[in-house]
Antibody, heavy 121, light 106 residues
Framework: EVQLVESGGGLVKPGGSLRLSCAAS????????MNWVRQAPGKGLEWVSF????????YYADSVKGRFTISRDNAKNSLYLQMNSMRVEDTAVYYC??????????????WGQGTVVTVSS | IQLTQSPSSLSASVGDRVTITCRASQDISSYLAWYQQKPGEAPKLLIYAASTLQSGVPSRFSGSGSGTDFTLTISSLQPEDFATYYC?????????FGPGTKVDIK
């Protein structure tokens, strides 16, 4: 079964750090571009970060640039999001999502179940 | 690239035809996807390339448009279709989402 499973969420104080993981199974992880998307409580979807299949290309939303770092380990079929200098406004459900192909037309066809991150003192 | 959706919410009955509009702040050709999200669940890809149905998605869902104006249509609303729908532009990073359209039961 094609699957993504996030972990690593939790409660962190403002200014603190957290590392999210996304474990992939059922497909050739190293062939796919990956993304992180978040959703604040009661709000819409916000794209956070992208990493290409070989990690050659990385992009961030302005809201997290300089604070968050995306990475991947293709040998371990895993995607990561290191979150530093966290803010209250980073509170959200964080999803990892697979871009279905290498082309511009491809959407996010596989999503994890999400992991909850709460930033509060 | 900014995306707007209209309406922000709508009430409809089972069997109704429902249309949701997404407008981009600049030309994105056909690089648009539509997602469905139910409470407590991850989003689900419905349509990509503005009009291509994702595998396994019922044919009552259809998409159209190009450039800056796009439409998602549900031809005959089913009970399982009550959800929030988001458009997403795929042409350039950041890959922005629209604000969402909530479809609930009339």
């Amino acid at each position: 079964e094609v699957q993504l499973v996030e972990s690593g969420g939790g409660l962190v104080k403002p200014g603190g750090s957290l590392r999210l993981s996304c474990a992939a199974s059922g497909f050739t992880f190293s062939s796919y571009n990956m993304n992180w998307v978040r959703q604040a409580p009661g709000k819409g979807l916000e794209w956070v970060s992208f990493i290409s299949s070989t990690a050659s290309y990385i992009y961030y939303a302005d809201s997290v640039k300089g604070r968050f770092t995306i990475s991947r380990d293709n040998a371990k079929n895993s995607l990561y999001l290191q979150m530093n200098s966290m803010r209250v406004e980073d509170t959200a459900v964080y999803y990892c999502g697979r871009r279905s192909g290498p082309n511009t037309v491809n959407g996010f066809d596989i999503w994890g179940q999400g992991t909850v991150v709460t930033v509060s003192s | 690239i900014q995306l707007t959706q209209s309406p922000s919410s709508l009430s409809a009955s089972v069997g109704d035809r429902v249309t949701i509009t997404c407008r981009a702040s600049q030309d994105i050709s056909s690089y648009l996807a539509w997602y469905q999200q139910k409470p407590g669940e991850a989003p689900k890809l419905l349509i990509y390339a503005a009009s291509t149905l994702q595998s396994g998605v019922p044919s009552r869902f259809s998409g159209s448009g190009s450039g800056t104006d796009f439409t998602l249509t549900i031809s005959s609303l089913q009970p399982e279709d009550f959800a929030t729908y988001y458009c997403q532009q795929l042409v350039t990073y950041p890959l922005t989402f629209g604000p969402g359209t909530k479809v609930d039961i009339k």
